[in-house]
């Protein structure tokens, strides 16, 4: 791969939250240097930078690649091919990698994601960095074991297992499906039915326990959904990684969350609070818990974030109504209604989610040694985050040195 540098830039100084002029980088698959005084060799290729910002590439804690927002994904998931949701999640990934995603993490899908991510890796296909749990770990008998026969085959060899022998192995079989690291639930969820209860708590104790001390061992790491108070703290005690949603979260749990160093996850831009046409579309039951979770969230989370626990972004892109691509709301979202500043709002989506999901060792900020994995932007992101969401801002986006798309559109190589 040629080097190339890029000059006279602002680089955003992801531990101080604040642009430094100046900068010039240079680079190959990953950072060579970075300052305001770099000695050029030889053929390199040259960047103009002046006017423009350069930010590290975003990351999303979580997604789901296979989804497709439909609102009858449960019926849609009984007609499809298996080996289609390869091709739904290669597509659903470039839609993130063209407007700056660089790195996602899948918060449970299928068996494509070990694949996808290999020829991703190994450069058959280009796309984001990828970190996939695979099959989700569910409690049997709740949301993931119950409706028509057909679906609960379906789920039989997904393993929904009960028990420690049943939690660890079900632990060690996402290990040798490739899974980068453990997704499991700690309550129901909103788009499950009724028989899915927000405040209840799944998994005993000692299942839980058994579960993360098992993901540990082969070096995984935990995510955990999770909306009711008990269960986040039942998740929380256990000494999880993240969890996802929070929606619920009370004193209780904010204070083991911090004590405990585990990351939120907000998934703020999953709230259906303003879309009425779609809200008609679900059964009355989940209309019901998506209010009342939507306003918890919005209120808890500021409480949260206000007493000091770190926010990771992630959006839960593919569920109704949380289009793939459009993950630069949640941001926004984090400004609006938890009170963060646009570099707060940045540092989540960069060194703060790098952290939570054990990578900041290789992105997450723009140093010597780490991906080239960052976005080229037209504007100050400082200023407005919200200028993230207009494609036309995001001048070029390079992941893994390699320039993959301007102004939100895949460029051809
Ligand atoms: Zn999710």
């Known amino acids: ?117 290999q020829a991703i890796a190994e450069g058959y296909v280009i796309g984001p960095r990828l970190l996939v749990a695979q099959w989700t770990i569910g409690q049997w008998g709740n949301q993931e074991a119950m409706g028509p026969d057909e679906w609960i085959q379906l789920q039989k060899s997904r393993e929904v297992l009960s028990g420690i022998d049943g939690v660890v192995h079900a632990v060690r079989e996402r290990k040798r499906m490739g899974s980068d ?60 990684d993240t969890i996802e949603h929070c929606s619920f979260v009370d004193e209780q749990g904010i204070s083991l969350m911090k004590q405990k160093n585990i990351y939120l996850v907000p998934t703020q831009t999953s709230a259906f609070m303003d879309k009425p046409e779609l809200m008609k579309q679900l059964p009355p039951e989940v209309q019901q818990k998506t209010i009342e979770v939507d306003t918890a969230m919005l209120e808890n989370h500021k409480v949260a974030f206000e007493k000091g626990v770190k926010i990771a972004c992630g959006t839960d892109a593919g569920v109704p109504g949380n289009p793939h691509g459009t993950s630069a709301r949640e941001l926004t979202s984090y400004v609006q209604n938890i009170g963060m500043t646009s570099a707060e709002a940045l540092q989540s989506a960069t060194i703060v989610a790098a952290e939570a999901i054990k990578l900041n060792h290789v992105i997450g900020s723009i140093e010597v040694g780490k991906s080239a994995d960052f976005i080229l932007l037209d504007k100050n992101p400082l200023e407005d985050i919200a200028m993230l969401e207009n494609l036309n801002n995001l001048s070029m986006v390079f992941c893994r040195g390699q320039l993959v798309a301007k102004q939100g559109k895949i460029v051809e190589f």
């Open 1 to 117: 791969m040629q080097k190339t540098i890029v000059e006279n830039v602002s680089i955003f100084d992801v531990h101080k939250g604040e642009m430094v002029e100046a900068q010039s980088i240079i680079f190959g698959p990953t950072i060579e240097s970075v300052g305001n005084d770099l000695r050029k060799e030889k053929d390199l290729q040259v960047i103009d930078g002046n006017g423009k910002f350069l930010i590290p590439g975003l990351i999303d804690c979580h997604v789901h690649l296979e989804a497709t927002t439909a609102v009858n994904w449960a019926e849609e998931m009984m007609r499809k091919k298996t080996s289609t949701y390869h091709y739904i999640a290669l597509s659903n990934a470039l839609k993130h990698l063209k407007v700056g995603f660089t790195t996602l993490r899948d918060c449970g899908g299928g068996k494509w994601g070990s694949g996808l991510r």
């Open 181 to 240: 690291f453990i997704k499991t639930m700690t309550t129901g969820g909103v788009l499950h039915g009724m028989e899915s209860k927000l405040e209840r708590t799944l998994w005993t104790e000692e299942e839980l326990a058994a579960m993360v001390q098992e993901a540990y061992r082969l070096g995984m790491h935990v995510a955990v959904h999770a909306h009711g108070r008990g269960g986040i703290v039942h998740a929380a005690k256990a000494g999880v």
